[in-house]
């Protein structure tokens, strides 16, 4: 219904938006993939993914540019500074996942853990203020400064490059989940731990596992937007914010309909600000968005519930 | 069971509490900056005063979020005996030869040679710059140096809060943690903390040297400014505010009236701080600024419809709403209007609507440099720019050329600033103490360094009996020039406050040629990337 109001009210503006939109979706789709992993494996919320992608940007911002306060300006190409920050995503995942699976705070209730993944956030976005010596701004992409004209709407090749990689990765991600066997075990894991722990799946290997990957990929979240917005925190947290919310969709199990999620909060904010439907104050935007998102997990639950997305592996 | 569940529950307490002391800690501490500067600082040339390498006391933050990340007194200067003496080292800024700000003369910073039509030092005073009252004007109401000593003697030189006869204490609140913070508050805090070591190596004024307290209130955060406030005010009890840059200074005003605490060069981003008689900005108002760009959009583009880019404060709405009001007596239509946040991480969507409304030029208020930098490097990413450019406030940095790149000077893009940039006299002298600065200068900055100088020269003049009324009444008396090399005048009288000619309504227009908006390095120091507007380059808010 809004589909046809938009094209009989400003068809002009539909398409770029959808395309800028969906250029958009990579902000958020790759911080809602480390989330949506961490999740099934500790059905904890990883806030420590969002430490995790800010100290990655200001690491990688530090590594290619440097700041102000150090005495060279001349940092690394991009491709060793990638891998080192995504290397050192991955180390904090290990020592984090290490922590939390641990033979102690494995069995702590899972509040306690998703408290002390929240407090392991905001150690990280201190020791990233405080410790990596990098200015704000934006550090220029691997990807060069290329754009691509798509129906009517400019994407930068950075942004391309983004959704391709979290398209990549969520492919990849499903595939692994549904057909290996690393991927039934954290399915397992996920569904029933005491179980998983009787048929001999071993937990702590496999939840420590999981949080490098997570971690790695949580960096990668952080290199990218180094480049889309830059090193601030109140702009990389508000990203981290809004993958929490789309990783939601899925019942924070299911990598497709967190994809979805984040294509649909990038398509709806974008038409809305663009003015596909008309001229919306900003405050109503985030309310129209927001309850849009939230009515679809209503309706995604009643139709599929979410242990049915789980046990298929979806 | 149980003890599982004890432990559970100090766990979790012991790690919220270390990660809000961290995150506390986190926003900008200010004790690296004030004090230490920031870290792998070059290392001071032989002579100068180092901003970066005064020793300053442990900072304690606390884990409540409302309670400022404060930092302990810098006190810098040492002890007065060995700053008294010429080449004695200090034990505040380490130097190396020692041959530094005590040197008399070190400390001026009248032009540097060959500069042309810069930095006379109007005041006459000794102090590090111009300022001060103009030749001719009304002499400050002032005792008699014999009265004002007696007076002083009286109280044991407790004159009033915030003064001993050994200290004046000063304080500021900058929001260390915004976005840039690197690039505004922390540079702006250096570089008044450098001003009152030198003078403090001088040996202060009339025996009393300066104790400078800074507070950090975040992002900002509301709730941490109004205990900055507190805490500077009532509990370290400063004799005056000096410097700061937060958004909230707004909130402060009214308890800076009541408590009539003198506030020098503030961030003067609110109409409140103009009209606040305890408060002597230094940068002119937003809404003057709308009328006075305005006019000059219409006078110099004639667009026949303009877009409007504004922050989502109040402050800044009622700005855009004056640039509507020119627009509307003109006959120029306002097609669009983006209200943004400093925290919107993609502003593509808006750069579409604008393309889509067309309008002839874009006049941007946010006041925060980020907020404009994503429009602009998001509208070059889409190839869009109107057809008669950009315009707008709050872009006079050194640094913000480089932020936003070439694309908007190719394409048309001015400022408008309250000070000629970047005044040679501010340069020379920075480069000279402050080498930090480098390419760090910004339009607030300067009113900040020449209102710090400004204030010197008052004291000076009203002697040892130092008082909040007393400074008031010298401030509010005569105009104030900063010299031909910032060009600009204030007058902080009831009736000066709104004065043509001044600060209050006459500022400059600048346009982009490239995007090395640096000082140059030779005596003039101008932006290379910034020239006076050829068709207009004085403007000036007639419109009420």
Not at chain 1, 77 to 99: H, S
Not at chain 1, 167 to 173: K, M, N, R, S, T
Not at chain 2, 239 to 261: H, M, W, Y
Not at chain 2, 490 to 514: D, I, L, Q
């Amino acid at each position: 219904m809004s589909l046809v109001a938009a094209l009989t009210y400003n068809s002009d503006l539909l398409r770029p938006a959808l395309v800028l939109g969906v250029a958009a979706a990579g902000l958020y789709g790759l911080l809602a993939v480390s989330l949506v992993l961490t999740y099934r494996v500790s059905r904890t919320i990883g806030f420590v993914q969002g430490g995790i992608a800010l100290a990655g940007a200001y690491l990688y911002r530090s590594l290619t540019i440097g700041s102000e306060q150090t005495t060279t300006n001349e940092g690394l190409g991009f491709v060793p500074a990638l891998v080192i920050t995504v290397a050192a995503g991955a180390a904090v995942g290990a020592v984090y996942g290490a922590v939390v699976t641990g033979k102690r705070m494995a069995n702590y209730p899972r509040i306690v853990v998703t408290m002390f993944s929240l407090a392991s956030l905001l150690l990280l976005a201190g020791f990233s203020t405080t410790l990596i010596p990098a200015d704000e701004g934006r550090v220029p992409s691997a990807f060069g400064t290329g754009v691509v004209k798509i129906f009517g709407g400019v994407a930068t090749v950075h942004q391309v490059a983004t959704v391709a990689i979290l398209l990549a990765l969520v492919g990849l991600l499903t595939v692994a989940l549904r057909c290996t066997r690393t991927g039934i075990f954290i399915r397992a894991i996920a569904d029933d731990v005491d179980a998983s722990r009787v048929v001999g799946i071993p937990l702590t290997r496999m939840g420590s596992s999981v949080y490098v990957f997570s971690g790695a990929i949580a960096a990668l979240a952080g290199v990218l937007l180094a480049s889309s917005v830059g090193t601030a925190m109140p702009n990389i947290l508000f990203i981290f914010l809004r993958a929490l919310i789309v990783a939601v969709l899925g019942g924070l199990t299911s990598l497709p309909l967190a994809l979805a999620g984040c294509l649909l909060l990038g398509v709806a904010e974008t038409s809305l600000t663009a003015g596909v439907f008309g001229l919306v104050p900003t405050d109503q935007r985030e309310l129209l968005v927001m309850g849009l998102i939230f009515g679809l997990v209503f309706v995604i639950n009643r139709l599929r519930p979410i242990r049915v997305l789980e046990a298929t592996g979806f | 069971m149980r003890s599982t569940n004890r432990r559970s529950r100090i766990l979790v307490g012991l790690g919220l509490v270390g990660a809000l002391t961290l995150a506390a800690c986190a926003d900008g501490d200010s004790t690296s900056s004030t004090a230490g500067g920031p870290p792998k600082a070059p290392t001071p040339e032989a002579g100068s005063p180092a901003a970066t390498d005064a020793p300053s006391e442990a900072t304690e933050g606390d884990a409540g979020a409302a309670v400022p990340n404060t930092d302990a007194a810098v006190s810098a200067g040492g002890d007065p005996s060995a700053s008294a003496t010429p080449g004695a080292p200090t034990a505040g800024p380490k130097s190396k030869g020692g041959a530094s700000a005590s040197t008399p003369g070190a400390a001026s910073a009248s032009s540097p040679s060959g500069g042309s039509g810069s930095g006379s030092v109007d005041s006459g005073g000794v102090s590090p710059g111009p300022g001060g009252p103009q030749a001719g004007a009304p002499t400050p109401r002032s005792q008699t140096p014999a009265a004002s000593a007696a007076a002083s003697a009286a109280k044991g030189g407790a004159t009033d809060v915030g003064v001993t006869d050994k200290e004046i204490k000063v304080g500021a609140i900058y929001m260390h943690g915004m976005q840039l913070a690197s690039f505004m508050p922390k540079p702006m805090e250096r570089l008044i903390e450098a001003q009152l070591r030198v003078m403090n190596d001088q040996g202060g004024i009339h025996g009393r040297k300066f104790k400078y307290i800074g507070c950090d209130d975040g992002v900002p955060d509301a709730a941490r400014t109004r205990a900055c406030y507190k805490k500077l005010v009532e509990q370290d009890k400063i004799f005056a505010f000096l410097g700061g840059l937060t958004f909230n200074s707004g909130l402060i005003q009214p308890d800076i009236e009541r408590d009539k605490v003198p506030a020098l060069a503030p961030g003067s981003l609110y109409r409140s701080e103009w009209e606040n008689p305890w408060s002597f900005a230094i940068h002119m108002g937003m809404e003057h600024e709308a009328h006075a760009g305005g006019q000059w959009v219409v006078d110099v583009l004639k667009p026949k419809k303009i877009g409007l880019l504004c922050l989502n404060n109040a402050e800044m709405q009622a700005t855009c709403d004056a640039s509507t009001a020119v627009m509307k007596k003109a006959g120029i239509k306002v097609v669009h209007r983006v209200t943004t946040s400093a925290e919107t991480p993609d502003m593509s969507g808006d750069v579409l609507a604008m393309r889509a409304a067309d309008p002839d030029h874009i006049i941007h208020y946010t006041t925060h440099p980020a907020a404009t930098a994503r429009f602009m490097l998001d509208a070059s990413q889409q190839d869009y720019w109107p057809p008669k450019g950009v315009s707008g406030n709050h872009m006079a940095g050194e640094f913000a050329g480089a932020l936003i790149g070439n694309y908007p000077a190719k394409h048309g893009y001015w400022t408008n600033t309250t000070y000629k940039l970047w005044g040679p006299e501010l340069v020379s002298w920075s480069r000279k103490y402050v080498p930090d600065q480098e390419g760090l200068h910004n339009h607030v900055m300067q009113g900040q360094w020449w209102s710090t100088n400004v204030f010197f020269d008052v004291l000076k003049k009203m002697g040892p009996n130092v008082t909040r009324e007393g400074l008031k009444q010298a401030l509010e008396t005569g105009e104030y020039t900063t010299g031909p090399g910032l060009d600009q005048k204030f007058m902080w009288s009831p009736k000066g406050r709104n004065a043509h000619g001044t600060g209050a309504r006459r500022e400059f227009m600048y346009k982009a040629v490239h995007s090395d908006w640096a000082a140059t390095k030779d005596a003039a120091a101008t932006p290379g990337g910034l020239v006076p507007d050829p068709d207009r380059f004085v403007i000036e808010d007639t419109f009420d």
